[in-house]
C-alpha cells in the first residue's frame, strides 16, 4: 500500500485538492482533524495542552473547550511555545494516523492520501512513499488567508505564513507538485494525472 503525504502552505486550497482524490475514491487521513480531536475535552492531549497553556485558551468555564484562535494567538510568532504545542499534540496525531493506515491496509486499499499540513517543517518526509505538494505563489496565499480569515490583519498573515518554510524549498522536494492557482478544471486534470501514476505504481510494486 502506498503512503501519499499531501500537504500545501497555508490558505493553498489543499482542502480542494484533497476533495478531489476522495471523489476518485482515495482514503484521506486528515492530521488537521485528528490534532483538533485530540484538544477536545475528550481528547488525548486536552490535559497536558491547558496544563502548559492555562485556562485562558478555554472558551468559558461552561464551554471547557479550547479557543483554537486563541491558542494559535499564543503559539504564533513564538517559535519556543509552537514547539511545545506540537510535542504534546504530533505524538498524539501520529499514533493515530499509523492506527487508520493499518485499518486501510486490512482494508486492501492500494493508495491511502495523508494530509499533513507541515510536512516539512515536522521532518516527516521519509515516513511517507511519495509526497505531493499543492502549492500557489505567495501573493495569492496572502490574499487568500485573508480572505478566510477577516479578522487578520496582513501584518498578522505575514507571521502566520512565515511560520511555515518557504513554498519554494517545498516545491524543490515534492514528488509532485499541484498548481492551484488556475481553474478549478486545472487543478482537477492535475490531480487526475497524479492519480493514475499512483496507481499504476501502486500495481507495480505488488
Not at 477536545?40 to 484562535?69: C, K, W
Not at 486490512?106 to 505531493?132: C, M, N, R, S, W
Not at 477577516?150 to 522536494?173: C, D, M, N, T, Y
Request: net charge negative.
Amino acid at each position: 500500500m502506498l503512503t501519499v503525504a499531501l500537504t500545501g502552505g497555508i490558505a493553498s486550497g489543499k482542502t480542494t485538492v484533497a476533495g478531489m482524490f476522495q471523489s476518485l475514491g482515495v482514503p484521506l487521513i486528515d492530521s488537521d482533524l485528528l490534532a483538533h480531536q485530540a484538544i477536545m475535552p475528550q481528547g488525548e492531549a486536552y490535559q497536558e495542552v491547558v496544563a502548559h497553556f492555562g485556562s485562558e485558551i478555554l472558551n468559558d468555564d461552561n464551554d471547557r473547550t479550547i479557543n483554537r484562535g486563541r491558542l494559535g494567538a499564543i503559539v504564533f510568532g513564538n517559535s519556543t511555545r509552537l514547539q511545545l504545542l506540537n510535542s504534546i499534540v504530533h505524538p498524539v496525531v501520529i499514533r493515530n494516523i499509523d492506527a487508520l493506515l493499518s485499518e486501510y491496509r486490512t482494508q486492501g486499499h492500494k493508495v491511502v492520501l495523508i494530509d499533513i499540513p507541515l510536512l516539512y517543517e515536522a521532518g516527516k518526509t521519509d515516513d511517507f512513499d511519495f509526497a505531493i505538494l499543492v502549492y500557489v505563489p505567495a501573493d495569492m496565499q496572502k490574499g487568500r488567508l485573508l480572505d478566510r480569515n477577516k479578522e487578520l490583519s496582513g501584518a498578522e498573515a505575514e507571521v502566520r505564513l512565515k511560520a511555515q518554510l518557504p513554498i519554494e524549498f517545498k516545491v524543490e522536494r515534492a514528488d509532485f507538485v499541484i498548481d492551484n492557482s488556475g481553474s478549478r478544471e486545472q487543478t482537477r486534470a492535475q490531480v487526475e494525472k497524479v492519480w493514475h501514476i499512483l496507481c499504476y505504481t501502486a500495481e507495480r510494486i505488488e
